[in-house]
């Protein structure tokens, strides 16, 4: 019996299958840059909303506050949301026939377009990798049934049939199986993973949101 290694397995497959091993082996590298690239987003997401948090209870300047934020260009998170309702809170105070109903609601409104605007860039990527996680198990069983089908269709003229002779067509083939849980098992672990940080953060933005309404409310008096 011939001792095929793994490269020389992938090297003798028929043409479609190392396509739709390559394919997966460009799926699996697209998925791990995605996962890296979202996790890195998202740590700088809790780095930021701590930090903000943190300066946003000690400092009870809501001017300096802003003045601070709304200067970098680099702020996410809860920074932008508190930046796009802060602004139009003093917008409106400054308007006048204003009552402190639309005030609020006004502020509010900016808040949450902010929001959602957060909450889009916090999803990016995750559909990607969940696409991938679900597809990529098929690719893998679709080069594997070609390569089966291949294998028994070239023994379709021989008399005898051994182990020997079906194995290796059977190997490569399931090659192509395994190279699609290569593909897919990262992804559906990453994104079940990310998705649960996204839904935390999620919480964390809509509390503060409700928190900083608020304080709003006793700033919503005209001063005389």
């Known amino acids: 019996m011939t001792d095929l290694s793994l490269l ?3 090297t003798e497959a028929s043409l479609l299958v190392q ?3 390559l ?3 460009l799926i699996s590298l697209y998925s791990w840059t995605l996962i890296f690239q979202k996790g890195r987003s998202l740590k700088n997401a809790y780095v930021s909303a701590s930090q903000f948090e943190e300066r946003f209870w000690q400092d009870k300047d809501l001017n300096a506050l802003y003045k601070h934020f709304s200067s970098q260009e680099d702020t996410i998170g809860i920074a932008n949301i508190f930046s796009s309702g802060y602004k139009e809170f003093v917008k409106l105070r400054q308007q006048s ?3 402190p109903k639309i005030i609020l609601e006004g502020s509010e409104r900016a808040m949450r377009v902010a929001l959602h605007r957060e909450l889009d860039a916090l999803d990016s990527q ?3 990798l969940a696409t991938i996680g679900s597809v990529s198990p098929y690719i893998g069983l679709f080069g594997t049934v070609w390569g ?3 294998s028994f269709h070239a023994l379709s003229g021989v008399q005898t049939v051994t182990l020997a002779m079906v194995a290796p067509g059977i190997s490569e083939a399931l090659i192509a199986t395994a190279m699609g849980l290569f593909a897919a098992i990262p992804a559906v672990m ?3 993973y990310y998705v649960d940080n996204v839904d935390r953060l999620t919480t964390r933005y809509d509390t503060f949101l409700d928190e900083f309404v608020g304080i709003l409310q006793r700033y919503a008096l005209p001063t005389n």
């Open 97 to 99: 026939n204003m009552t």
């Open 23 to 25: 394919l997966l082996l």
């Open 126 to 128: 995750l559909a990607p």
């Open 148 to 150: 089966i089908m291949n």
């Open 8 to 10: 020389q397995l992938i």
């Open 190 to 192: 990453a994104y079940n």
């Open 19 to 21: 396509l739709v091993m």
